[in-house]
């Protein structure tokens, strides 16, 4: 099964731009989902097949995915965007359909 | 409206016995794979188990092969995880989540309940 790296955190301004990264070999041939974890609540998705918004989410999340790197990118980002954020890795072995990242906690300063 | 509901959860000695179940309702729960993901106490998602929307494929974390049991009942509209012999490393919290695409199994998980705290302790 995949192995999927994020950064533990990343830090951002009110306003300003966060990226957050999945790593895995060759990622950018596989379809890649996040999903966002607000405290004490169930995930939601908020970005899949790799670019693609579910209705409901804002236009401010974005996704891209090449390489062995697939971004997650949140836009003039705001207070509410304080959360962990998950990727996945769809894999068509139908023992691991569901493989996660371990994780980046984005802090709004 | 669709709503995933656990039940089942709670206190178990290691060693010992405990079935989840994922009452669902707003949905066609038979044309769906679902999933069982869990969430130890201050770490990350780990997808735990999923199966198929006829039970054909089933598959399991590496962890937990050979002691947890995924199961539905469609006439039920309901999931379940056997789970025997518990460890420690069992502790978490355990949603159960469903696929976003009828009739497949690998798409992305569009819906999921509140969660449900397993606590293995003697």
């Known amino acids: 099964s995949h192995v999927l790296t994020q950064p533990p955190s990343v830090s951002v301004a009110p306003g300003k731009t966060a990226s957050i990264t999945c790593g895995g070999n060759?990622?950018?041939?596989?379809?890649v989902h996040w999903y966002q974890q607000r405290p004490g609540q169930a995930p939601v998705l908020v970005i899949y097949y790799d670019r693609d918004r579910p209705s409901g989410i804002p236009e401010r999340f974005s996704g891209s995915n090449s390489g062995n790197t697939a971004t997650l990118t949140i836009s003039r980002v705001e207070a509410g965007d304080e959360a962990d954020y998950y990727c996945q890795v769809r894999d068509n072995n139908s023992d691991h359909p569901g493989v996660f990242g371990g994780g980046t906690r984005v802090t709004v300063l | 409206e669709v709503h995933l509901v656990e039940s089942g959860g709670g206190l178990v000695q290691p060693g010992r016995s405990l079935r989840l179940s994922c009452a669902v309702s707003?949905?066609?729960?038979?044309?769906?794979?679902m999933h069982w993901v869990r969430q130890a106490p201050g770490k990350g998602l780990e997808w735990v188990s999923g199966?198929?929307?006829?039970?054909?494929?089933?598959g399991y974390v590496d962890s937990v092969k050979g002691r947890f049991t995924i199961s539905r009942d469609n006439a039920k509209n309901s999931l379940y995880l056997q789970m025997n012999s518990l460890r420690g490393e069992d502790t978490a919290l355990y949603f159960c989540?469903?696929?976003?695409?009828?009739?497949?199994?690998?798409?992305?998980?569009?819906?999921w309940g509140q969660g449900l705290l397993v606590t293995v302790s003697s």
């Open positions: 707003g949905f066609s729960f038979d044309d769906y794979a």
């Open positions: 989540a469903r696929e976003s695409e009828r009739y497949t199994y690998g798409s992305p998980f569009d819906y």
């Open positions: 199966i198929t929307w006829n039970s054909g494929a089933i």
């Open positions: 060759n990622i950018g041939r596989k379809s």
